[in-house]
């Protein structure tokens, strides 16, 4: 038995989604969370750079 899965990124997943229409509120709301996610991700990375190189 073998089974073929595909890895797909969640800033490519979230880039797919650009070219979806949505049929629900919830969906918008989703992709609307983990762009916020990816954001707050992105902004703890820069800080937690910034405290570094202030503590070196």
């Known amino acids: 038995m073998r089974n073929d899965y ?3 990124t969640v800033k490519a997943y979230v880039e797919s ?3 979806v229409k949505y ?3 919830t969906e918008n ?4 969370q ?3 996610y990816l954001l707050n991700v992105k ?3 820069t800080n937690a750079k ?3 190189a202030l503590l070196a």
Not at 29 to 32: L, Q
């Open 34 to 36: 983990v762009e916020k």
């Open 43 to 45: 902004r703890a990375q």
């Open 50 to 52: 910034i405290v570094e």
């Open 17 to 19: 989604l650009e070219d």
């Open 23 to 25: 049929t629900t509120v």
């Open 6 to 8: 595909e890895m797909v």
């Open 29 to 32: 709301e989703i992709e609307k």
